[in-house]
């Protein structure tokens, strides 16, 4: 049995390469893929999808392997706030970490949308007690006791520990992959390659249907960058942490592209036209019999739970470690004494998700937009200061080092441009006024208590406790 030794930031580490795929791969395969497969293949066509999805996860690779060498190289809590804060400073650590913690905490305001939302495919019109209209959307009492109930319930297993969460993901993300299994393996017997046609949607010219899916790609991909915020909190060789980190991106995008070929191969263009929910009805014409159907509805909620968890740990690391150095108010800064977590970070993000529910259908988009430019410009800033260090420290000790790096990072750099001119005026895809509501709100909010924050403990602060965690962390190594 492995020996529990601290980080030089007091946390301890007791994540093995199971937990730490577990909690990349979970948060990778939330609930997404269940409720958009249909639009993906009808977008792009059955093959066209697949090659969406390979294709875009290629673009995610690339990203990757940034974020592999540099938390094999500095495997501290925060992740993206110590590789921008050693290559590019003090202001530009606290903005990047900011926007990616908009992100984690968007995607678990998400989940607390999502849950109820998904409930109702298995008990229908349980929603009763009316509160509010928003957005045209009626807003129902047990609708969101569900979704309070769930944010409590995740809220809970984080304050307990990492232990105790990153148990609870390897247990549910088994069993997403189980029924996974169960399905792609049935598609591949019972179905027809005849099914699958069209193979590429031509309406829009079969490069514009791929191009289509590709812009939503790296957003299904959110949740690898969750291993760098949990850095000091696993206990694996330095070199490690980034293969493992390479290893689950490399999963997801198996794990997407079979679920797309399975529903293609058993749901026709027509299935799919008709289908509010494509993968749990493709489960169900596999098996021919509803409990199927049911099944895979469990795995969605399974992949909601995996994506909750994983995003609770990143976004409480990521606020943590900001306060930690002094970029935010202390309070968000200290560790249970027991349980050794961000406690008052964790209830933070607790009460944001708490919160959620009280929106209605309608937040889903809201916050999923909003919180995707967060994290592409945190992408933005990892591959920027992947090409400074790169430059500016070739003697830094990478223990996973990317070859031809030069190239991957500038590479790395332009899709990240790319991602966010997506989110820009002018794109198909720009930002609606409540969204940017959402994201200008954070940021204000941020730039205050990071003001504050800087004026009370002062840049050396930070410096002296970036210093006493790189210590921390070079003693593990030599350990």
């Known amino acids: 049995m492995k020996n529990e030794t601290s980080s030089g930031s007091g946390l301890t580490r007791v994540l093995a390469r199971k937990d730490v795929l577990a909690l990349a791969f979970g948060a990778m395969i939330g609930w997404g893929w269940i409720v958009m497969t249909g639009e993906w293949i009808q977008s792009a066509g059955s093959l066209g999808a697949v090659t969406a999805?390979?294709?875009?996860?290629?673009?995610?690779v690339l990203v990757g392997l940034t974020y592999a060498e540099l938390a094999s190289a500095m495997p501290q809590v925060g992740g993206e706030h110590v590789y921008s804060y050693r290559a590019l400073g003090h202001f530009a650590s606290f903005f990047c970490t900011w926007a990616i913690a908009l992100g984690y905490v968007s995607v678990v305001a998400f989940e607390a949308v999502a849950l109820p939302t998904v409930v109702e495919h298995l008990f229908p019109n349980y929603a009763v007690g009316y509160l509010w209209t928003i957005a045209g959307w009626e807003v129902n009492a047990t609708w969101v006791a569900v979704g309070v109930a769930g944010s409590l319930v995740m809220l809970w297993i984080n304050y307990l520990g990492i232990r105790m969460a990153a148990l609870v993901q390897k247990l549910v993300t088994l069993l997403i992959l189980a029924i996974g299994i169960m399905f792609?393996?049935?598609a591949l017997f019972e179905g027809e390659g005849a099914t699958m046609e069209p193979l590429f949607n031509v309406e829009n010219g079969i490069i514009g249907g791929i191009m289509t899916v590709i812009i939503m790609v790296p957003f299904m991909f959110v949740g690898f960058d969750v291993i760098?915020?949990?850095a000091e909190e696993i206990d694996l060789p330095f070199r490690e942490i980034g293969r493992v980190l390479m290893m689950s991106v490399i999963l997801a995008v198996f794990w997407y592209a079979l679920i797309i070929l399975g529903t293609g191969l058993m749901l026709t263009p027509e299935a799919l036209a008709e289908s509010s929910l494509a993968v749990p009805d493709?489960?169900?014409?596999?098996f021919q019999a509803p409990w199927a159907g049911n099944l895979m509805i469990l795995a969605g909620i399974a992949g909601i739970l995996t994506s909750w968890n994983a995003f609770f740990v990143g976004g409480s690391r990521a606020i943590y470690a900001l306060a930690h150095a002094g970029m935010l108010p202390a309070f968000l800064g200290k560790l249970h004494p027991t349980y050794r977590t961000p406690a008052n970070a964790i209830v933070?993000?607790?009460?944001?998700s708490c919160l959620a529910p009280f929106l209605g259908r309608p937040a889903l988009v809201w916050l999923v937009v909003s919180g995707g430019l967060g994290?592409?410009?945190?992408?933005?800033?990892?591959?920027i200061s992947f090409v400074v260090l790169r430059r500016r420290e070739p003697d830094l000790v990478r223990p996973f080092r990317v070859p031809y790096g030069m190239l991957v990072g500038w590479l790395a750099v332009l899709f990240s441009l790319g991602l966010i001119a997506m989110y820009l005026p002018g794109s198909p895809s720009a930002l609606a006024p409540m969204e940017w509501g959402i994201f200008l709100g954070w940021m204000i909010i941020g730039l205050a208590l990071y003001g504050w924050s800087r004026m009370r403990y002062g840049t050396a602060h930070s410096q002296a406790v970036m210093n006493r965690e790189l210590a921390g962390n070079e003693r593990h190594s030599g350990s």
């Open 348 to 352: 933070l993000i607790g009460v944001l």
């Open 282 to 286: 493709a489960m169900q014409a596999v």
């Open 184 to 186: 792609i393996t049935g």
């Open 228 to 230: 760098p915020q949990a």
């Open 375 to 383: 994290i592409v410009i945190a992408y933005l800033f990892v591959a």
């Open 53 to 60: 999805f390979v294709v875009g996860g290629l673009i995610i």
